[in-house]
């Protein structure tokens, strides 16, 4: 079901592992960045289909990605969750075509991450719609205060290689995030989360943004070192610690 949105809520986010939707985006603003997606993609809006472009980082190289992965609502969300100093280190589009038929297996994000201590919220934005039919976002509210070791999933339906074992995960609990454009929802680290795949003709077109604190170190040497998806932005408040500073992304000048 599409709801109005509600503010967000603290508590729930504390207590569930999640908040939302939360109407984050005005119309406007969804539909102008829903357009950018699309022309950075090279497609017609109106004939979405697969693409072979590296959906990953785009706020380190369009500055319309930065100004959205740094929207308002988005980051007076993470200072109410993480407090006053918020530091802005990944963004993924997750796009799915019509007809497109991988799932996202269910997964504990904090598994890929290479961050001591493991603080991560994420606001995860609709800017066109997400229904049950495209593959919304799916969560299972109350995960978040357990990790669990991923698994190979050796299915070749599933996006990634890796999820949580079958048998872990109560399926019946999930909660389908349907939004329309401009919702967002907020989960932590380790809320179990996932989505089917889009047996709709209506893209799914939406990204994630991950903020943390300046007391997180990022272990790169455990990414090779690799900075194309990891940069930190302080974003808002001071940075007492330093932890981070060879990796310091630059704001995109256009
Ligand atoms: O978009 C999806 O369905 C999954 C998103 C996701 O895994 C994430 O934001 O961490």
Redesign the pocket.
């Known amino acids: 079901m599409i709801t109005k949105g509600s503010p967000f809520s603290l508590k729930q986010y504390e207590e569930e592992g999640y908040s939302g939707p939360v109407q984050g985006l005005s119309l406007e603003e969804a539909d102008r960045y829903y357009n950018l997606f699309f022309d950075a993609l090279g497609q017609n809006k109106f004939a979405p289909g697969p693409t072979k472009v590296p959906l990953s980082a785009w706020h380190h190289k369009h500055r319309w990605a930065y100004e959205l992965a740094t929207h308002k609502s988005i980051v007076d969300a993470m200072t109410q969750i993480l407090g006053d100093d918020v530091v802005l280190w990944a963004m993924?589009f997750?796009y799915?075509e019509p007809g497109n038929g991988k799932y996202?297996p269910w997964?504990q994000?904090i598994n890929y991450w290479p961050m001591e201590p493991a603080i991560n919220a994420?606001a995860?934005v609709s800017l066109g719609w997400s229904i049950k039919e495209n593959?919304?976002?799916?969560v299972i509210p109350g995960t978040h205060r357990h990790h669990v070791k991923h698994v190979s999933l050796n299915d070749g339906q599933s996006t990634f290689g890796e999820g949580l074992p079958a048998d872990l995960v109560d399926e019946s609990m999930a909660v389908d995030l349907e939004m329309s454009p401009g919702q967002i929802a907020f989960?932590n680290e380790a809320t179990i989360?996932?989505?089917e795949m889009n047996s709709s003709n209506i893209p799914?077109v939406?990204f994630?943004v991950r903020y943390t604190t300046p007391e997180v170190k990022f272990k790169m040497e455990e990414w090779g070192g690799d900075t194309s998806r990891i940069r930190t932005f302080l974003v808002r408040g001071a940075d007492r610690f330093g932890y981070n500073d060879a990796i310091a992304g630059i704001v995109p000048t256009e």
């Open positions: 993924h997750w799915k996202i997964h994000d994420t995860w593959g919304c976002l799916r989960f989360h996932g989505s799914r939406a994630s």
